[in-house]
């Protein structure tokens, strides 16, 4: 089954408002198996609508459209898919209700203009709207479906929940199961000339890369009628992936959205064990890194952003005579500043950061994109120089996943 | 003149990436008097591309395609846009340099695939990528033109704002000049209910609005044959719109990227004023987005993350019984924060953040999205409760910006 999806709306295509419904549609539509091969913006243009349905309808069995369902003269969607699909418009019992109902619920008056919601394609089936007065529909002619959704989020999101993800489910039959490889200490080209043979030959899993700052993702995605039929094939394409990255694969997981801090924070759960951060150039980016995974609390004891040098010596104990001596970014104060957390924090895992994020700062000696990185545990303390690149916010990122990445391997007790 | 935007990608059409290059290329045109009907999304399926451009170009003047530029299999786009404008492809000295330069620059091994990157349509400009292997180009044939822009946005908006916008300033012949009125603690829809009058009814300037999370963004834009023209009728119209809002504009700018952090960082720097922050369910997101401006440094002493009680108190001096009493999220807990980092840290303005982003942790007493600010300087201390609604990201990012407007009005010596 393929599908498409079409946002409406001006502020959409004029980029006022950031089409996440897209992005939530997509998800879902490849977790449920359905296939899409468009996804199109218009604005709230009649012509251009119609004819971006039409052509929608001649490549695809669902057109999936968010947004234009309200009460406004603005709000053209149903009709202009109804004609597309060549059926007529009428009032609908039950959708007049639902909209009445939601009023008389609201506590709000209801002005006539919001009974243009209540008017639908002929046989349309009516998605309730738990969250706001246009309801949804799907129309269905000639073996191909329209299914007219909600823009706000809060309101599309419950729907495609409630109505459309059942109606998709009995109606397609095929399952997609996804596992993500993420990969951290090799860039995108290498992973590719390493896999590219197998990104290429693989049919069913199919292997495909993304890659994002400073991480690469590897995506395996099985088609199958079962969703249990999915693992083994999946072991098998790992194992040779695997065979050809070893180490840099840090997590394996079924989410697209996964993340270091969380492979980080999971891995400290597991161990038992406490982690607290004192950063200069990232500014607290690890520790808010870390905050923004639910549970958090238990493993992050404390982070401190110890950016001028007086915070370094008052917070973290660092000598006076080091800063002096060796410079803010050094080994020396790396390493000082973890150890001082070490005995401050009590926490098991203590990592700092120190380094010249730009655009000012570099010297010859000590350029912009110089970042020390210290750890101390129980088991003492070391640290090491990363030489990055990229403006300001890229290497605050990097150093941040270098952290991260430091914290995950000292959790699960590996070398760093 | 007319422009559509053609995003490449099986990760964005899956969803696994948000299209925030649509977004922000849509507002860049329409600044630049452009004119934009329709933007799609492909995978990287050759097919499906070839058709997407050309369908693009039967219907637009300049087609801006983002991603599919990389060293991969995958990375079809030029070779497709080429095709469909009828041009062949070859390897190009200047971009061979610049993928060459980048390597020996950042120190890392070339391998031979990414030569493809140097490989770009006969007569084609080459548009120079500051952050990334593969440079971009304009391909122009027959009046009409498409122009290759890098998928991830650190390589995308550089490469826009130094080469495709002077190309479309040149192309179009006008001038567009902004200013940007930056609002905080009103929302969205009473602004508009306050001004939409002139937004409907202004016409050269234009005022329109963009939303992100907590802010809203008055744009103001001229259109004149000559860059001086704009000043004084940019200054009727900002007077207009001051009269309806007053106080909620925090900032005037004429970059449409500013922020409350380079606002406050601004504004302790013209003060003399030194800040300090004590960061609980924010988790360090205040500080890391006053380190994010360049200069910080100066201004910014310290600040920490004390996420878990025993943090608060051995950290900032919060009493246990304080705590036990009133527990993390209060008002006595948010003064006591603050008043310990003032007496600890040195700084003129010390600021504290304690709450509960949720999911978990809400009770009927303090539900999830009770925040409290608390603020001490040399005047004193005082504390305030917030309310705020959404999921864990959307309260942290609402409370850093409240605690950033806060120490944006302690700098200006605003009141509270």
Same mark, same amino acid.
């Given at each position: 089954?393929?599908?498409? !999806?079409?946002?409406?709306?001006?502020?959409?295509?004029?980029?006022?408002?950031?089409?996440?419904?897209?992005?939530?549609?997509?998800?879902?539509?490849?977790?449920?198996?359905?296939?899409?091969?468009?996804?199109?913006?218009?604005?709230?243009?009649?012509?251009?609508? %119609? %004819?971006?349905?039409?052509?929608?309808?001649?490549?695809?069995?669902?057109? @999936?459209?968010?947004?234009?369902?309200?009460?406004?003269?603005?709000?053209?969607?149903?009709?202009?898919?109804?004609?597309? &699909?060549?059926?007529?418009?009428?009032?609908?019992?039950?959708?007049?209700?639902?909209?009445?109902?939601?009023?008389?619920?609201?506590?709000?008056?209801?002005?006539?203009?919001?009974?243009?919601?209540?008017?639908?394609?002929?046989?349309?089936?009516?998605?309730?709207?738990?969250?706001?007065?246009?309801?949804?529909?799907?129309?269905?002619?000639?073996?191909?479906?329209? !299914?007219?959704?909600?823009?706000?989020?809060?309101?599309?999101?419950?729907?495609?929940?409630?109505?459309?993800?059942?109606?998709?489910?009995?109606?397609?039959?095929?399952? /997609?199961?996804?596992?993500? &490889?993420? !990969?951290?200490?090799?860039?995108?080209?290498?992973?590719?000339?390493?896999?590219?043979?197998?990104?290429?030959?693989?049919?069913?899993?199919?292997?495909?890369?993304?890659?994002?700052?400073?991480?690469?993702? /590897?995506?395996?995605?099985?088609?199958?009628?079962?969703?249990?039929?999915?693992?083994?094939?999946?072991?098998?394409?790992?194992?040779?992936?695997?065979?050809?990255?070893?180490?840099?694969?840090?997590?394996?997981?079924?989410?697209?959205?996964?993340?270091?801090?969380?492979?980080?924070?999971?891995?400290?759960? *597991?161990?038992?064990?406490?982690?607290?951060?004192?950063?200069?150039?990232?500014?607290?980016?690890?520790?808010?890194? &870390?905050?923004?995974?639910?549970?958090?609390?238990?493993?992050?004891?404390?982070?401190?952003?110890?950016?001028?040098?007086?915070?370094?010596?008052?917070?973290?104990?660092?000598?006076?005579?080091?800063?002096?001596?060796?410079?803010?970014?050094?080994? %020396?104060?790396?390493?000082?500043?973890?150890?001082?957390?070490?005995?401050?924090?009590?926490?098991?895992?203590?990592?700092?950061?120190?380094? @010249?994020?730009?655009?000012?700062?570099?010297?010859?000696?000590?350029?912009?994109?110089?970042?020390?990185?210290?750890?101390?545990?129980?088991?003492?303390?070391?640290?090491?120089?990363?030489?990055?690149?990229?403006?300001?916010?890229? @290497?605050?990122?990097?150093?941040?996943?270098?952290?991260?990445?430091?914290?995950?391997? *000292?959790?699960?007790?590996?070398? !760093?």
């Amino acid at each position: 089954m393929i599908a498409e !999806i079409i946002a409406v709306g001006t502020e959409l295509l004029m980029g006022q408002v950031l089409n996440t419904n897209g992005q939530y549609l997509a998800r879902r539509l490849s977790e449920a198996g359905v296939t899409l091969h468009h996804q199109t913006t218009v604005g709230d243009n009649p012509q251009r609508l %119609e %004819e971006a349905v039409r052509q929608a309808l001649s490549r695809a069995d669902v057109v @999936i459209t968010t947004g234009g369902l309200g009460p406004t003269a603005d709000d053209i969607t149903k009709e202009l898919c109804a004609r597309a &699909l060549d059926l007529p418009m009428e009032p609908n019992a039950e959708a007049e209700a639902m909209v009445r109902g939601w009023f008389v619920k609201n506590g709000r008056p209801m002005t006539d203009n919001n009974l243009r919601q209540a008017v639908f394609p002929r046989g349309a089936r009516i998605l309730p709207n738990g969250y706001g007065t246009a309801p949804g529909c799907i129309a269905e002619k000639d073996g191909k479906a329209v !299914i007219n959704l909600p823009g706000p989020p809060r309101e599309l999101i419950p729907m495609y929940e409630q109505s459309v993800a059942p109606y998709l489910a009995a109606r397609s039959g095929a399952h /997609l199961v996804s596992r993500y &490889l993420r !990969i951290f200490g090799m860039g995108e080209s290498q992973v590719e000339s390493l896999t590219g043979d197998l990104m290429r030959e693989s049919v069913n899993p199919t292997l495909a890369p993304y890659c994002s700052t400073g991480e690469v993702q /590897l995506r395996l995605t099985m088609r199958c009628r079962t969703p249990e039929e999915a693992a083994p094939h999946l072991d098998r394409l790992e194992a040779q992936v695997r065979q050809r990255l070893g180490d840099v694969i840090y997590a394996v997981t079924d989410r697209p959205d996964d993340s270091m801090e969380r492979a980080a924070v999971e891995a400290l759960r *597991a161990a038992g064990k406490t982690v607290a951060t004192a950063e200069s150039c990232t500014g607290g980016l690890i520790a808010s890194r &870390l905050v923004n995974v639910p549970g958090a609390s238990q493993v992050f004891l404390q982070g401190h952003v110890t950016y001028a040098n007086r915070a370094k010596e008052s917070v973290l104990g660092v000598r006076h005579e080091t800063l002096a001596g060796f410079g803010a970014v050094s080994r %020396e104060t790396a390493l000082e500043m973890a150890e001082g957390l070490f005995e401050r924090s009590g926490a098991d895992i203590c990592l700092s950061v120190t380094g @010249i994020a730009g655009p000012d700062g570099g010297t010859p000696d000590k350029p912009v994109g110089l970042v020390w990185l210290g750890l101390c545990t129980a088991r003492g303390a070391r640290a090491q120089a990363l030489h990055l690149t990229g403006n300001r916010e890229r @290497i605050r990122t990097l150093a941040a996943l270098h952290g991260l990445h430091w914290i995950l391997r *000292a959790a699960r007790g590996q070398d !760093i």
